[in-house]
C-alpha cells in the first residue's frame, strides 16, 4: 500500500515542490485547503501536480477541523507548512501570525497524540527563530534564539512544542529549520521575487523603477525544490531530530539586486533602484548563515542550486511570465 502524506500550506511555495517528491515516491498526498470560493492552485499548476492531490478542508485556526482530518486520515506523515509567514505582515498581524503559526502546530500535535500517535510530524522551523544570534558569524543547531519579529516569535513556540510532544509523549516530531529558500513560484511579496518579477518588468519596458528597503540585510538564499527533499529525508530517519538547512553562502539584498539586473545585462542598476522606508521594519534581522553540518553528515542532503543559478533560474521564469 502506498504511504500517505498530509500537507498543510500545499498552494504556498513548499507545498507544491513536496508534493511533486512525494508523488514521484508513490505516495498519496492530501493537501489541506482552507475556505475559498476561489482557491489558487496556480503554483501547484506550474510544478503539473494539481490534479494529482487530493483536497481536504481544514483551516489552522480551526482545531475541530484539524482533529477530525487526522482522526479521519491517519496520514503516515504530516508536514506542517501553513502559516501566515510573511514577516513584515507579522508586525501589523501579531496576534493572526500567533494563531496560525503557534497555535496551529499545536492543534496538529494534539490531533496527532489523540488519534494518530504512529504518525510523523514535521514541522516548518525557520531561520528567523536565530534573529539576532550566531555562533561565529553561523547559525546552528545550537546556536540560542533571538526572534525580531512575531513571525519569529511564533514560530519558536511552535518548535520548542514540536520538541515537548516528541519527549513527553514520545510522538516522531522533527524540526526543519530552514534558512531562506526561493524559486519561480515564491510569494511576490518576498524580496527575491519582487526583485525578479521588477526586474522582468524593467527589462521588457513594463516598468521604470523597482522600490525596496533595507538592501544590507544578508540571507542564506538557496533553492526551494532542493530544501523539499531535506524536510523529507528528516521524516524517513530511525528517530526524530532537528535540523538546520541551509547553503553557508550569505549575500546582501543589493548582491541579489545586482546579480539580477547583471542576468538581464544591466550593470548600472542604481539607476532604478528607489529605496522607500515602507519596505523596512520595525526591527531587522542583519545577517544570516546556515552551518548545516549535521544535515549534510546525518542526511546525506546538500544543495544543487547555487545562489547565481537560483537568480537566473528566477528573472528567466518571470520574463516567460510576462511573455519573453
Ligand atoms: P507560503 O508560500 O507563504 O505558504 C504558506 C501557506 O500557508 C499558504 O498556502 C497559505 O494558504 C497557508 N495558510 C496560511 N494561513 C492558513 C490557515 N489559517 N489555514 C490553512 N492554511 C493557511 O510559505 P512557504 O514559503 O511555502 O513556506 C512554507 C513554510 O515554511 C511556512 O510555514 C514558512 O513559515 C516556513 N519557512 C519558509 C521559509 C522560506 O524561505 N520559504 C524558510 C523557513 C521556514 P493560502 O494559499 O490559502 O493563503
Ligand atoms: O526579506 C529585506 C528585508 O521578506 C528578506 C520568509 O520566507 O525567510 C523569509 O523571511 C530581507 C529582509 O524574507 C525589501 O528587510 C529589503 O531583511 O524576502 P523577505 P525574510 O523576512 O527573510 C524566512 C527564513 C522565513 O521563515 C519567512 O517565512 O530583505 N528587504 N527590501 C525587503 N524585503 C521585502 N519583502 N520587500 C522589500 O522591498
Do not use: C
Not at 503516515?76 to 501589523?92: G, P, T
Not at 522551523?125 to 550566531?134: A, D, K
Request: proline share 4%; aromatic share 12%; no cysteine.
Amino acid at each position: 500500500m502506498s504511504k500517505t502524506a498530509l500537507v498543510t500550506g500545499i498552494l504556498g511555495q513548499d507545498g507544491p515542490y513536496l508534493a511533486d517528491l512525494l508523488l514521484k515516491k508513490g505516495y498519496k498526498v492530501f493537501g489541506l485547503i482552507r475556505r475559498y470560493s476561489n482557491p489558487n492552485f496556480s503554483n501547484l499548476d506550474y510544478l503539473g501536480v494539481t490534479n494529482d492531490v487530493d483536497y481536504v478542508e481544514g483551516d489552522m485556526n480551526d482545531e475541530a477541523s484539524l482533529l477530525n482530518l487526522i482522526r479521519m486520515l491517519h496520514p503516515d506523515e504530516v508536514y506542517n507548512l501553513a502559516a501566515q509567514s510573511f514577516v513584515k505582515a507579522s508586525f501589523e498581524q501579531a496576534k493572526l501570525t500567533t494563531e496560525v503559526n503557534s497555535l496551529g502546530p499545536l492543534y496538529l500535535l494534539n490531533a496527532i497524540k489523540f488519534f494518530s500517535p504512529t504518525s510523523k510530524f514535521y514541522q516548518a522551523s525557520t531561520s528567523e527563530m536565530f534573529g539576532l544570534q550566531h555562533t561565529n558569524g553561523y547559525q546552528d543547531e545550537k546556536t540560542p534564539f533571538h526572534p525580531r519579529s512575531p513571525y519569529g516569535v511564533s514560530k519558536v513556540y511552535a518548535y520548542w512544542m514540536t520538541v515537548n510532544y516528541r519527549e513527553s509523549y514520545g510522538l516522531f516530531t522533527a524540526n526543519g529549520i530552514l534558512f531562506n529558500h526561493e524559486s519561480p513560484i515564491r510569494g511576490i511579496q518576498f524580496v527575491t521575487r519582487k526583485i525578479t518579477d521588477g526586474v522582468a518588468k524593467i527589462k521588457l519596458g513594463l516598468a521604470k523603477e523597482l522600490r525596496l528597503g533595507n538592501l544590507d540585510a544578508k540571507r542564506d538564499w538557496g533553492f526551494a525544490g532542493d530544501y523539499v527533499e531535506a524536510m523529507y529525508l528528516m521524516l524517513q530517519q530511525k528517530n526524530p531530530d532537528d535540523y538546520v538547512v541551509g547553503t553557508g553562502e550569505s549575500h546582501s539584498v543589493r548582491e541579489f539586486v545586482e546579480a539580477a539586473f547583471k542576468s538581464i545585462g544591466i550593470s548600472d542598476w542604481k539607476k532604478y533602484v528607489v529605496i522607500d522606508p515602507q519596505f523596512k521594519r520595525p526591527a531587522e534581522v542583519p545577517n544570516l548563515k546556515a552551518k548545516a553540518d549535521k544535515v549534510r553528515k546525518n542526511l546525506g542532503w546538500k544543495p544543487k542550486v547555487s545562489f547565481e543559478e537560483l537568480v537566473e533560474m528566477m528573472v528567466k521564469a518571470d520574463l516567460k511570465r510576462y511573455g519573453k
